[in-house]
């Protein structure tokens, strides 16, 4: 190997470099801020803390907070409190499994199941509400585990 072919491919990677920093500069000036929107109360959101976003299988967010639960479809919230039939107010985490039923975790509560189709019963003004069954939190003395108990 001579001592022209080492600077002859040093000249090369550095116009590399080069031509790269030229085609990425316009992309940066170019680029646009998104628009950012702020939600609350006043927005149909159950509670301006929110403690866990999930995005479920049907393209909707969840806001778990501790005054409820909240479906945020684009453009509407719907909410889901005790008057509701949320048995607990304070809601830490969601799971949604395969077959469309969402599993709560309360803050003191136990589990809720959550299931949106089954179950609605219809209220004196004629609305519906979802389905909510708890399980609650049971230590076995014995295990020293916690176990699920339907009540």
Known sequence: M???EPEQFSRVIRTI?????LLAAPAVAISERLPIKTYTT???LARDHVGRIVRDSHGFLWFCTSDGLSRFDGYNFTSYRVEDGLPFPAVNDMLETGNGIYWLATNGGGVVRFDLN????????????????T?????????NRPSLAPR
Do not use: E, N, V, W
């Open 2 to 4: 001579s001592l022209a």
């Open 17 to 21: 470099l080069c031509l790269s920093l």
């Open 42 to 44: 006043a927005d149909g």
């Open 118 to 133: 089954a179950g609605l019963a219809s209220t004196a003004d004629g609305s519906s509400k979802p389905g909510f069954t």
């Open 135 to 143: 399980y609650g939190r049971h230590i076995s003395p014995r295990r």
